[in-house]
């Protein structure tokens, strides 16, 4: 089996991680204990839930921690839809990055499903 730092998906979400703190440095300072955080906490989870679970030693909890990185890979896209509602994001940002998490999503699905 691959490490993980060789499969698509956690490259894919270390990525936009990387991106998403970029992105939050412009927001408007009364966000850094809201939105921002939040974002941040979600991106980073994605990747971090990757690599614990990869590191359980079954892959019934192995599969438990891709479940949670797909629901913080949902609370992005969530995360980003307010951010661009609140023209923090001009919409193009915001497909692009909706597009990548969406992407995320099927290859953590995918992930579930090599797991059982």
């Given at each position: 089996?691959?490490?993980?730092?060789?499969?698509?998906?956690?490259?894919?979400?270390?990525?936009?991680?990387?991106?998403?703190y970029?992105?939050?440095?412009?927001?408007?300072?009364?966000e850094?204990?809201?939105?921002?955080?939040?974002?941040?906490?979600?991106?980073?989870?994605v990747?971090?839930?990757l690599?614990?679970?990869?590191?359980?030693?079954?892959t019934?909890?192995?599969?438990?921690?891709?479940?949670?990185?797909?629901?913080s890979?949902?609370?992005?896209?969530?995360?980003?839809?307010?951010?661009?509602?609140?023209?923090?994001?001009?919409?193009?940002?915001?497909?692009?990055?909706r597009?990548n998490?969406?992407?995320i999503?099927?290859?953590?699905?995918?992930?579930?499903?090599?797991?059982?």
């Amino acid at each position: 089996m691959k490490s993980i730092e060789e499969l698509d998906v956690f490259k894919l979400s270390h990525e936009m991680t990387l991106r998403i703190y970029k992105l939050t440095k412009a927001f408007p300072v009364e966000e850094r204990f809201g939105l921002i955080s939040q974002m941040r906490r979600a991106a980073y989870s994605v990747p971090m839930n990757l690599s614990e679970g990869s590191h359980r030693l079954n892959t019934k909890e192995y599969r438990q921690f891709v479940g949670f990185a797909k629901g913080s890979a949902g609370e992005m896209k969530y995360q980003l839809l307010l951010t661009k509602d609140l023209e923090y994001i001009d919409e193009n940002t915001y497909n692009d990055l909706r597009s990548n998490y969406e992407r995320i999503s099927q290859m953590l699905t995918g992930l579930a499903k090599s797991l059982k």
